[in-house]
């Protein structure tokens, strides 16, 4: 079956940097795009970003654009979120989804003081 699994979150300073990552398994993760979201406390569902199949195309919201960039690695079925330049605004939990479908566990990401 469909397994996400997240790991990389935790608590950082303000202007700091995480990188997540996401383990693929149970479908062939080279043919699906993927997306990172989040949801902040008390928030709704964020979309972060998408990254195409094959990693040509990526695509963010426009408040993490120049501060996070999303890549794969399709040969160790790995998603990835690299953050910059952290704000306590960016404090959720993130997850690595395919499609809306399938979703990991979470990871949370915490930007404190």
């Known amino acids: 079956q469909v397994q996400l699994v997240e790991s990389g979150g935790g608590l950082v300073q303000p202007g700091g940097s995480l990188r997540l990552s996401c383990a693929a398994s149970?479908?062939?993760?080279?043919?699906?795009?993927m997306s990172w979201v989040r949801q902040a406390p008390g928030k709704g569902l964020e979309w972060i970003s998408d990254?195409?199949?094959?990693?040509?195309?990526?695509y963010y919201t426009e408040s993490v654009k120049g501060r996070f960039a999303i890549s794969r690695d399709n040969a160790k079925n790995t998603l990835y979120l690299q953050m910059n330049s952290l704000k306590p605004e960016d404090t959720a939990v993130y997850y690595c989804?395919?499609?809306?479908?399938?979703w990991g566990q979470g990871t949370q990401v915490t930007v404190s003081s």
């Open positions: 989804i395919r499609g809306y479908l399938y």
């Open positions: 149970g479908f062939t993760f080279s043919n699906y795009t």
């Open positions: 990254i195409h199949s094959s990693g040509t195309f990526t």
